[in-house]
């Protein structure tokens, strides 16, 4: 260290230093005598470790439970292929051979979408006697649309109901479900061989053939 | 005839907790103390660095009452934080950060809120009357990034090293920084005597 630096180091350090104020001792024990009483350290308890795989384990249901939601929205449009249509009043021959397959279903209320139209598979007057009482999980399709708007437009008369029949039903509400589009101008359905009925509700002026 | 006037005296209250007993414990002992709630180890610990933190913010800051504030605040955010001091450096050099902190903080606010145009010119004229420039006028003109190196070694006492951990730089910047700040002060003080 040169002379001059020396000097500015032993002339800073001379005159650098001051004292604290007589009373900032006395004002900072205050306040930390006022602050709230501290607990000791510890180690993270069984709460703690257990507090996010909780969080965890719920975020993962609740994915789950979306996922097996949106498989089930799509698993009407993926059967497609074996489908008969019976809108042109064709009988669905598969339905009979498909009558053993499938789990079988807690019955559930009467379908009913959203925008109002009483579907068959519920008492109805409009379809008498030929209507029927669809027993099992129902899908709306509708529902569907209404709640996902957002992304997939709005809701409107070309939406289509799935709905999962009990095996033992299957047959019986096929054949008279069949029996009610024949009569219906708003109304094409098809059945599948996996106990799937897609409703599909057409405006009158649309209606395919 | 003369009377006798009874000044009242500034009363220092002294913290009962603070007894003295933990006088001759270590740093660390007192902070772990400290962490676990004692006060009387935590206002040992005041005691001994008051001083030497009231030093680094005043001069940091160039202000009384700022670097007052600076201590007060850090001291009281070092009892806050004081569970979480995980002890990989030291004591004192925890505390110094926290402070010099504080005065960055306050040099920022300072920045953001100009003082009024009157007062920065009874500043000037008061300079310009007195006409001269002591040395901690000098360190308070110098740039920051120098002066808090300046402070750290030359005035608080801490060496390269410590110096270089409580501002985050190596050792060699910190050296260069001094050695700057030591020529820059030379330069203003040739400048006072040449008047």
Not at chain 1, 22 to 50: C, H, I, K, N
Not at chain 1, 155 to 169: F, L, N, Q
Request: aromatic share 6%.
């Amino acid at each position: 260290m040169s002379e001059p630096h020396e000097e500015i180091a032993r002339r800073l350090t001379e005159l650098g230093r001051a004292e604290a104020p007589p009373d900032l001792r006395g004002e900072v024990m205050a306040q930390v005598a006022a602050e709230p009483r501290r607990r000791q350290r510890r180690s993270p308890g069984f709460g703690a470790l257990v507090r996010p795989a909780t969080r965890i384990a719920l975020v993962a249901s609740v994915v789950l439970a979306a996922g097996v939601g949106i498989a089930h929205l799509g698993g009407g449009g993926s059967t497609s292929s074996p489908m008969v249509s019976t809108g042109s009043g064709v009988i669905p021959a598969a339905a009979e051979s498909s009558t053993d397959k499938g789990p079988a279903y807690a019955p559930s209320t009467p379908a009913k979408s959203t925008t109002g139209t009483q579907l068959v598979g519920s008492r109805d007057a409009r379809y008498g006697a030929s209507s029927v009482q669809v027993r099992g999980l129902v899908i709306d399709r509708v529902t569907a649309r209404s709640i996902l708007g957002r992304y997939f437009g709005r809701p409107d008369a070309h939406g289509y109901i799935v709905a999962r029949v009990p095996a033992e039903d299957f047959r019986s509400f096929g054949f008279r479900l069949a029996a009610s589009a024949l009569r219906s101008d708003s109304l094409s359905v098809t059945l599948d061989d996996r106990q799937f009925v897609r409703i599909l509700l057409v405006a009158a002026r649309d209606r395919r053939h | 005839m003369t009377q006798a006037i009874a000044l009242p005296l500034p009363r220092v209250a002294r913290p009962s907790a603070y007894d003295g007993r933990v006088r001759n414990q270590s740093d660390e002992a007192l902070g772990r103390r400290a962490a676990g709630g004692d006060p009387a180890a935590f206002e040992e610990l005041v005691v001994r660095y008051q001083d030497r933190l009231y030093t680094l913010a005043l001069r940091v800051t160039g202000s009384d009452a700022d670097a007052r504030d600076c201590v007060q605040e850090g001291l009281i955010s070092a009892w806050r934080a004081m569970p979480r001091f995980r002890g990989d450096a030291r004591f004192s050099t925890w505390m110094y950060r926290i402070v010099l902190r504080k005065a960055y903080d306050s040099i920022d606010r300072r920045r953001r809120t100009p003082e009024p145009v009157e007062e920065l010119h009874a500043v000037a004229a008061v300079v310009s009357e007195a006409d001269r420039i002591d040395l901690l006028d000098a360190l308070a003109a110098l740039e920051l990034d120098f002066r808090v190196v300046a402070v750290a070694c030359d005035v608080v006492g801490m060496s390269m090293e410590e110096a270089g951990r409580l501002l985050d730089l190596p050792p060699g910047t910190v050296k260069s920084r001094l050695h700057r700040a030591r020529a820059r002060l030379a330069e203003s003080l040739d400048r006072e005597r040449a008047r």
